[in-house]
């Protein structure tokens, strides 16, 4: 899985180096003997933000993106919109993305994060709860607010990735389980890009069946 997600960041154009940061020896040798570069890290990190940071330390990207091993079917385009906010003169610290929820259902599920916009497309909030809460929807009347899935990739500056790094976890990231908002907490400004769906991301062993049967579909060529 982690190959897939090399090969797709490797297509953005924008992305200098792609390197796989791992504290696991068997990864580190499989990334490298693909062909990609990998770093060693420390194992007892909390966050993938300070994992990063690590690696960054030795690496010295100006701009770190972050995409999670978990996302082999990350668009490439995805990750160069991701980048497009630091061209601005005030742009943001950092950068994610979110798309719009395809069902209802899913909306109530917790693992997929919800993030709320300000009216310049920065996160107000994260949360695994349904957010904003729709007081007024009925059961035969679903909310027609534009609720926004988060996708778990960010970007950087460098001195942002380094101050995050050293600043303590705090309660709402710990409560969550959610480390962007440890940026949140501390006054970074989190520029959000909507993007169209990214596809699955692999957070349960249902959702590893589903992305194992895609990819048997897609080498018989039914897909």
């Not at 950092?94 to 693992?111: E, K």
């Not at 790094?165 to 389980?177: C, F, I, Q």
């Amino acid at each position: 899985m982690i190959l897939h997600v090399c090969r797709r960041a490797s297509e953005c154009r924008g992305v200098d180096e792609v390197w796989v940061a791992t504290d696991h020896p068997e990864i580190h040798k499989v990334v490298v003997s693909s062909g990609f570069r990998s770093v060693m890290t420390r194992p007892d990190h909390e966050t993938g933000t300070d994992r990063l940071a690590e690696a960054n330390a030795s690496i010295g990207a100006d701009i770190v993106v972050n995409v999670q091993g978990d996302e082999p079917f990350i668009d490439p385009h995805s990750i160069e919109k991701a980048l497009v906010p630091f061209q601005q003169n005030d742009g943001p610290d950092m950068t994610t993305l979110a798309t719009r929820f395809s069902n209802q259902t899913d909306i109530a599920n917790p693992n997929f994060p919800k993030v709320v916009l300000n009216n310049r497309s920065e996160a107000i909030y994260f949360s695994r709860s349904v957010v904003p809460f729709p007081r007024d929807q009925r059961p035969d009347h679903p909310s027609d607010y534009p609720f926004l899935k988060h996708i778990g990739l960010y970007a950087y500056r460098q001195q942002v990735l380094k101050s995050l790094a050293s600043l303590p976890a705090v309660p709402l990231e710990m409560t969550e389980k959610l480390e962007q908002l440890r940026a949140l907490y501390y006054g970074f400004r989190i520029g959000v890009v909507e993007v169209e769906s990214t596809g699955l991301s692999v957070d349960t062993p249902e959702d590893l069946e589903a992305a194992n049967q895609y990819y048997r579909l897609k080498e018989s060529g039914k897909v």
